[in-house]
Nanobody
């Protein structure tokens, strides 16, 4: 079992930045792919970004490419999502997830095995 805990969410003005963290329990984190998803009220859970087990490959949704950066530190069992140039439409509950398929870079939530509880990001002036 892997337990994931997100942190770093909050209220930020448009154009601002936030860095989300995803702390994982267990020694298998370094072999898992990590994905970030978000869900706004009344909407489906959407893919944001993914990174493979080594950190050598990443994949982004078109809506965040160039503004968000996904990364990981396997020594710390932690994944990150750096979010810059935030827009009101980025407001959502952000989830991290891990997949036992370490090289997967996919947007389908069903391919991820473990999920955190989410951290709220609100972009508003």
């Amino acid at each position: 079992q892997v337990q994931l805990v997100e942190s770093g969410g909050g209220l930020v003005q448009p154009g601002g930045s936030l860095r989300l963290s995803c702390a994982a329990s267990g020694r298998t984190f370094s072999t898992y792919a990590v994905g970030w998803f978000r869900q706004a009220p009344g909407k489906d859970r959407d893919f944001v970004a993914a990174i493979n087990w080594s950190g050598g490959n990443t994949y982004y949704a078109a809506s965040v490419k160039g503004r968000f950066t996904i990364s990981r530190d396997n020594a710390k069992n932690t994944g990150y999502l750096q979010m810059n140039s935030l827009k009101p439409e980025d407001t959502a509950l952000y989830y991290c997830a891990t997949s036992r398929r370490g090289n997967i870079l996919d947007s389908a939530p069903t391919l991820y095995d473990y999920w955190g509880q989410g951290t709220q990001v609100t972009v508003s002036s």
